[in-house]
């Protein structure tokens, strides 16, 4: 079973310029999954939004191309999939021969579906889309829709995740908000680099108490665990402590070595949030 720690992420690598789809480094999801208690059926559905920024290859005459690609790694795969091997991947294209992007976008479909599911029955592909030169002045820029916690002016003295400073009112009728804020920051499992997020929550059910939200969201600030994991900690945190009849967290992170990796986590099934990128994406 591949962990966190043989993945070439903190490591020299070599850089491999022609295709290579075993640089993919799948890492399971359930050895996460079991410190917060999911065994079986996760509480949720959901995906990873991967946006890789540094995507190129040659066409059949030696000319490079380019393009921005949105992957869509549904929630339900067994494995992720490592990002610093996901860029060893992409980067394995850029002298790499491709007739088409039909063909491109299928080996891409095939290679990161494999690695997810490594052996087991695929229940749902990764999806890709490629995004060409003239699209790119399409792609739009915009914040997270919800009212900002980070509004609030309070204390804060805790940096490693407590669920504890998650409360509701559970006296009064339920309610719906939609939550949000840009102070969202962990660290990577095995570098400790930073990743720097936002979070948007909503939410039907007992009012949760908004400065124990963000004192929680800030609690992060020091904890060790990939973004994947850190979502399904929230979610799962919230709805332990609150008690939601209905429940979505979804958080996008800065980009790092050309990827960026928004998890997305639902208590009801629902459609993809767009994978439409921050200002500070």
């Known amino acids: 079973m591949n962990t966190p720690e043989q993945s070439q992420?903190?490591?020299?690598?070599?850089?491999?310029?022609?295709?290579?789809?075993?640089?993919?480094f799948p890492i399971p999801r359930q050895t996460k999954r079991d410190e917060i208690g999911i065994t079986g059926q996760p509480p949720f559905f959901g995906a990873d939004l991967w946006t890789a920024y540094e995507l190129s290859w040659l066409n059949t005459r030696g000319k490079p191309q380019v393009a921005l690609a949105r992957i869509t790694v549904p929630a339900e795969s067994t494995h992720i999939i490592e990002s610093k091997s996901f860029k060893l991947y992409l980067n394995s294209f850029n002298n790499t021969r491709i007739d088409d992007i039909a063909e491109l976008q299928t080996r891409l479909r095939q290679d990161l579906s494999a690695a997810i599911w490594q052996?087991?029955?695929?229940?749902?592909?990764?999806?890709?889309?490629?995004v060409l030169p003239e699209n790119f002045d399409r792609e739009p820029v915009h914040e997270l829709d919800g009212l900002s916690l980070d509004r609030l002016d309070l204390d804060c003295d805790q940096y490693q995740p407590n669920p504890e400073l998650l409360?509701?009112?559970?006296?009064?009728?339920?309610?719906?908000?939609?939550?949000?804020?840009?102070?969202?920051?962990?660290n990577c499992l095995v570098t400790g680099q930073p990743d720097w997020g936002s979070v948007r929550i909503s939410y039907t059910g007992p009012q949760i108490d908004q400065a124990g939200l963000l004192r929680y969201i800030v609690?992060?600030?020091n904890h060790n665990e990939f973004h994947e994991q850190c979502v399904e900690r929230i979610f799962m945190d919230i709805t332990r402590r609150c008690k939601p009849l209905r429940l979505e967290v979804y958080a996008r992170y800065t980009r790092r070595g050309g990827l960026d990796i928004n998890p997305w986590r639902t208590s009801h099934p629902q459609a993809v949030p767009s994978n439409v990128r921050t200002a500070r994406q």
């Open 9 to 24: 992420l903190g490591k020299s690598s070599s850089y491999v310029d022609q295709y290579d789809a075993s640089l993919l």
């Open 119 to 130: 052996g087991e029955p695929v229940k749902a592909s990764v999806g890709v889309q490629l």
């Open 167 to 186: 409360t509701a009112n559970f006296n009064e009728a339920p309610t719906t908000e939609t939550l949000t804020s840009n102070l969202l920051k962990s």
């Open 219 to 221: 609690s992060f600030r």
